[in-house]
């Protein structure tokens, strides 16, 4: 197993497909770890390879007592940090709900390390006081659920209701303190980037995809959109076959 250290605490990667193809950062969102890929690795590792993290206080990385408020910027900073640890550049990045949120930061912050990115079924920019309200409820009642519990567990162990009450907290001191997602505005990206979505993400109120992506890309001619038609949340999984055509598309320009 493969780690590197980041601000004191140990971080878990791993590695998937051959060497001599482009790179392809594959990053998860809240409650879940690097597993959530489980699915889709086959897949892309016979194109790319592929690189996935446990973020700290998930799956196989190490538990911190408190997880930051700004947690999908520090989330950048120790995607950063692997990068460089590794020697790559003119990675592709695919950010996965918190994990789309992580890798637009990311963009943002290190242009010279990233190719492009595909952020796929995210809140947006800034927290929504209604969607917050709508996950810290959604959780508490989660944890009665048995499929839920069992997919947790086999994420992150048997601590995972502490990791699930970590997330949770910083969700909610992010919406309550901090509010932007991002340090830098839009205006600055320097990176291609690829907003996907379900119409049908139970997650999100009713046309929230195409209202936030109409915005992001009115504000930066960078930035494309793909909103599918089904499929539950995320749409990465549930439109699997069909996004992935279309990243290798993107990628490949």
């Not at 001191?173 to 690829?194: E, Y």
Request: proline share 3%; charged share 25%; glycine share 6%.
């Amino acid at each position: 197993m493969s780690y590197f250290n980041y601000d004191g605490a140990k971080v878990f990667y791993e590695e998937f497909g051959s060497d001599n193809v482009e790179l392809l950062l594959l990053l998860h969102g809240n409650t879940v770890s690097s597993k959530f890929f489980t699915p889709v690795i086959p897949k892309l590792s016979e194109r790319y390879h592929v690189i996935t993290i446990d973020f700290i206080g998930c799956g196989k990385s190490e538990r911190i007592e408190k997880w930051p408020a700004d947690l999908w910027f520090d989330w950048a900073n120790q995607v950063a940090a692997l990068i460089k640890q590794l020697g790559y550049t003119g990675v592709n990045v695919i950010g996965c709900s918190g994990g789309a949120i992580a890798a637009i930061n990311l963009a943002l912050e290190n242009p010279e390390l990233i190719n492009a990115v595909v952020a796929d079924s995210f809140e947006g920019l800034n927290a929504n006081p209604e969607i917050t309200e709508q996950i810290r409820m959604g959780r508490n009642l989660a944890k009665e659920n048995e499929g839920f519990c069992s997919m947790s567990r086999m994420m992150h162990g048997e601590d995972w209701e502490n990791v699930l009450d970590a997330d949770t907290d910083a969700v909610v001191n992010h919406a309550l303190n901090v509010r932007s997602f991002c340090h830098k505005s839009l205006n600055d990206l320097k990176v291609r980037l690829l907003l996907t979505g379900s119409s049908e993400d139970e997650m999100f109120p009713e046309n929230h995809f195409s209202r936030l992506f109409e915005e992001m890309c009115k504000t930066t001619e960078l930035a494309e959109s793909h909103l599918f038609e089904h499929g539950g949340h995320p749409a990465m999984i549930s439109n699997m076959d069909e996004f992935i055509s279309i990243c290798d598309e993107f990628f490949a320009r």
